[in-house]
C-alpha cells in the first residue's frame, strides 16, 4: 500500500509512476470532472464500503477514519473480440471529438 502525507504528494505519486509515455501495458487516465460515480471500495481495516457521490477525489473509511485519495489512473484490458456494442461506444465518442472540433 502507497502513502502519501496529503492529496498534492499522492497526486504526484500517480504522475511519476504512471506518467509514462509508452509501456508495456495500456492504461489510461480518467478525469473525474466532479460527475457522479458509483464505487466499492475495500479498506485495509477489511471494510466494505459503497459510495453513489459526486466529487470522489477521495473517500473516508466509516470504520477506521482512514482517508484515500482515488487515483486516476485505470488499467486497460484488452479484449481478444469485439462486440457491436463497443462498436457503438466508440462512435458516440467520436462524434463528440467531431462537435468540438467544429467549434475551434
Ligand atoms: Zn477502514
Not at 470504520?63 to 484515500?68: I, K, L, R, T, W
Not at 456494442?85 to 475551434?104: G, I
Request: proline content about 4%; overall charge negative; glycine content about 2%.
Amino acid at each position: 500500500m502507497r502513502t502519501a502525507k496529503n492529496s498534492d504528494e499522492a497526486m504526484l505519486l500517480t504522475q511519476e509512476s504512471n506518467l509514462k509515455p509508452y509501456g508495456p501495458e495500456p492504461y489510461a487516465y480518467i478525469q473525474w470532472k466532479g460527475t457522479d460515480v458509483c464505487m466499492d471500495a475495500f479498506c485495509v481495516c477489511g471494510n466494505h464500503m459503497h459510495f453513489d457521490c459526486d466529487h470522489a477525489y477521495h473517500i473516508q473509511c466509516d470504520e477506521c477514519e482512514a482517508m484515500y485519495y482515488c487515483n486516476p489512473y485505470i488499467e486497460l484490458i484488452k479484449l481478444e473480440s469485439i462486440e457491436d456494442e463497443y462498436r457503438a461506444t466508440l462512435k458516440r465518442d467520436e462524434e463528440e471529438d467531431d462537435d468540438s472540433s467544429a467549434k475551434k
